[in-house]
């Protein structure tokens, strides 16, 4: 039995702009603001039996996409390389660091519910065009949404080459005119209102993703990020996700009062853990795209991806060498953290859905459900190739991101089928 250390997913570079962050203030040492980023985010989750913190889908018609298995297929190549798309971030990209093998590769996703059930549909780029013409797409979250929307970009890139551009606003936007499609993405880590609470009045943007992983952060859990909100106005599709930052330092407030906290130092607060601020989040936005004046179109909802340390974590030796996905029957039990995430991704997706045919504008709610299957997939981290030598922006091992190419490609396969069905 292998035992994880994992940390809460964050951006590359927040802890290198933590610590330029650190570096320009007097009063605090970067070693220990360092070592307290190390303590404060540990926990520990161990391969055991996989509890779904959900109901049971048992009793589905067809073949289960949340639950199966990882199947080798020794023919399988990658939709793109690195040398096939430009968008591909130093720290996912482990083909130019040197992975010493591309084995990760060749495995596919077989949902489960029978021996009748194969592997999932590889991506078609001009089918998702073809359903998509004259169509808009939004992603909204932290780093693994980042993460997916490279992927994307970088299957449909091998079709056209879209037109990136960024706004001031803090959207990032691609387009392809010859298809009429076009994709924006817009980094929140918790959706809600929230600001730093030493500092502006306003929420940052992701260049001052250190200060935010540092924390503490205000989150006002009963208001919806307008800066998002009132953008996903003009889009046919919206992809939700994040979870890992409410793991980090808060301070949250409903009616503009102070409600409670998670490690923060307010003695007058209650203390609350972080998946009942998660929780509330994700009920306000579900509860908000629902009711948006001017939005009509379909929310899609990803559950978190768990990461995975194994023998130690960042700064004691921590590292993810697994070679392979755990087998079928090498089923997981996570973090508390994370599993109580998950559990409020579910119920709370499940009482919107109830909910949503009862309002009056007519908006879609759909599941993307990758957690089991990233659960599975230790292998598929960058590990120490998400970097060159002495070129590791702040830790040297990555655990919590994922390579491009690699599984999380499986989520635009995920994202064409809820397309069609």
């Not at 993460?147 to 990136?164: F, G, N």
């Not at 992701?206 to 205000?218: C, K, M, T």
Request: hydrophobic share 40%; glycine share 8%.
């Amino acid at each position: 039995m292998k035992s994880f250390h994992i940390v809460p997913p964050s951006v590359r570079r927040l802890l290198a702009g933590a610590r330029h962050a650190v570096a320009n203030a007097t009063s605090v040492s970067a070693l220990v603001v360092i070592l307290f980023f190390a303590a404060a985010t540990f926990s520990v989750f161990s391969f055991g039996a996989f509890r779904s913190p959900a109901a049971s889908f048992d009793g589905a018609a067809a073949c289960e996409d949340a639950r199966g298995e990882w199947v080798r297929d020794p023919g399988a190549a990658p939709y793109y390389t690195n040398a096939t798309c430009a968008f591909i971030q130093d720290y996912q990209n482990c083909m130019k660091h040197g992975r010493p093998s591309m084995e990760f590769l060749r495995w596919r996703w077989r949902p489960g519910g029978g021996e009748g059930c194969e592997p999932l549909g590889r991506f078609d780029a001009a089918r998702f065009f073809r359903l998509l013409r004259g169509k808009s797409m939004l992603f909204v979250g932290d780093s693994l949404a980042s993460s997916h929307v490279t992927s994307l970009m970088c299957v449909l890139s091998q079709v056209e080459a879209p037109a990136r551009s960024r706004d001031a606003d803090g959207f990032e936007h691609w387009r392809f005119p010859a298809h009429g499609f076009a994709v924006s993405y817009f980094w929140t880590p918790f959706q809600v209102q929230w600001r730093l609470t030493r500092g502006p009045p306003e929420a940052v943007g992701p260049d001052r993703q250190g200060e935010v992983f540092a924390g503490p952060n205000d989150l006002h859990l009963d208001e919806p990020d307008e800066r998002w909100t009132s953008a996903a106005k003009g889009h046919d599709y919206v992809v939700l996700s994040a979870s890992h930052w409410f793991a980090r330092p808060a301070v949250y407030y409903r009616h503009g009062r102070v409600v409670g906290c998670h490690d923060c130092a307010a003695s007058n607060a209650t203390a609350l853990k972080p998946w009942h601020a998660q929780r509330a989040a994700f009920r306000t936005v579900l509860r908000a795209l629902t009711q948006l004046d001017g939005f009509n179109g379909t929310a899609i909802l990803r559950t978190v991806a768990p990461t995975h340390y194994e023998n130690g974590g960042w700064f004691d030796g921590g590292d993810c060498t697994s070679t392979r996905p755990l087998d079928s029957d090498d089923t997981a039990e996570m973090v508390e953290t994370e599993s109580q995430f998950y559990r409020a991704q579910l119920e709370e997706f499940t009482a919107a859905a109830a909910a949503a045919p009862m309002r009056s504008n007519g908006v879609r709610l759909r599941l993307m459900d990758v957690t089991r299957m990233m659960l599975l997939r230790p292998d598929g981290h960058p590990d120490r190739y998400g970097h060159g030598a002495g070129e590791h922006d702040g830790f040297d091992i990555d655990c919590l991101h994922w390579c491009l190419p690699g599984p999380i490609d499986v989520w635009n396969d995920l994202l064409l089928q809820i397309l069609t069905s």
